[in-house]
C-alpha cells in the first residue's frame, strides 16, 4: 500500500508570493492533518480535515488555509508568504478522525526569500 | 493549555545500552499518546499508539508506558543499535487539536 505522498518536495517562494502544498493519504484514510515544523518552534498542528470538513484548527493567522477534496486528497495554501513561513511541511492521514495511528509524509520543504 | 516536555533533550549512548525517553504532559484529559522517530530532514514514522485507556505498549525492542494520572511517558529501547540514531518525538491527541508534539530527543547510538 502506498504511503503519504506530498508534493512538491521543495519550493523557494518570495515574501508577498502564496504557495499551495498538496498531500495524497494512504488508500483508505479520510482524516488528513498539516502540520509546521521549524527549528525554534517545533512541530505545530495547522489543521484537520475529515470527510471534506475543517475539523480542528491550530494557532496559525487566516494566511493559512486549507481545503480537502472527494477523494480525501487535500491541500493547504499560505497566502502573503513571510520569511517566517520557511518550515518543513508534513501532512499526516489516518483511517478515522480520532484515536489512530497517523501516517506522515516526508513533508515539503518551504524557504520564503 | 496542553503542553508536552520531553528530556532529556539530547542523549548518547554506546551500542547496547538500554535507554529510557521521557515526555511528560500537562493535561491528563488525552485520548491517547503516540511516540515517532524522525530521520533527518525526513517525516515522522509512527512507533507506538497507546491509547488513554491502556498501560503500555510493544513492537520488538520497543515498549512505552502511559501513565495518565501523572501525566508521564516513557519509551524503553532495549539493547540499542546506531539504526536507532535518530530524534524521537511524543505528541498526545488532546482537545480540539490533533496531535501536540513535544520538542524531541535527539539519540545517537555510537557503535
Known amino acids: 500500500k502506498a504511503g503519504v505522498t506530498q508534493t512538491p518536495r521543495y519550493l523557494i517562494k518570495t515574501r508577498g508570493q502564496q504557495v499551495t502544498l498538496s498531500c495524497s493519504p494512504i488508500?483508505?484514510?479520510?482524516?488528513v492533518s498539516w502540520y509546521q515544523q521549524t527549528p525554534g518552534q517545533g512541530l505545530q498542528f495547522l489543521f484537520e480535515?475529515?470527510?471534506?470538513?475543517?475539523?480542528n484548527k491550530g494557532n496559525f493567522p487566516g494566511r493559512f488555509s486549507g481545503r480537502q477534496f472527494s477523494n480525501s486528497r487535500s491541500e493547504m495554501n499560505v497566502s502573503t508568504l513571510e520569511l517566517g513561513d520557511s518550515a518543513l511541511y508534513l501532512c499526516?492521514?489516518?483511517?478515522?478522525?480520532?484515536?489512530?495511528?497517523?501516517?506522515f509524509g516526508p513533508g515539503t520543504r518551504l524557504l520564503v526569500l | 493549555k496542553q503542553e508536552v516536555t520531553q528530556i532529556p533533550a539530547a542523549l548518547s549512548v554506546p551500542e547496547g545500552e538500554n535507554l529510557v525517553l521521557n515526555c511528560s504532559f500537562t493535561?491528563?484529559?488525552?485520548?491517547?499518546l503516540q511516540w515517532f522517530r524522525q530521520d533527518p530532514g525526513k517525516g515522522l514514522t509512527s512507533l507506538l499508539l497507546?491509547?488513554?485507556?491502556?498501560r503500555e505498549q510493544t513492537s520488538g525492542r520497543l515498549n512505552a508506558s502511559l501513565d495518565k494520572s501523572s501525566g508521564r511517558s516513557t519509551l524503553y529501547i532495549a539493547a540499542s543499535q546506531p539504526g536507532d540514531s535518530a530524534t524521537y518525538l511524543c505528541?498526545?491527541?488532546?482537545?480540539?487539536?490533533?496531535?501536540?508534539f513535544g520538542t524531541g530527543t535527539r539519540l545517537k547510538v555510537l557503535a
Open positions: 499526516a492521514s489516518s483511517l478515522a478522525a480520532s484515536e489512530e495511528t497517523q501516517y
Open positions: 488508500s483508505g484514510h479520510r482524516s
Open positions: 480535515y475529515f470527510s471534506e470538513t475543517q475539523r
Open positions: 493535561d491528563s484529559a488525552i485520548y491517547n
Open positions: 497507546i491509547q488513554s485507556s491502556q
Open positions: 505528541a498526545v491527541e488532546s482537545g480540539t487539536y490533533k496531535y501536540i
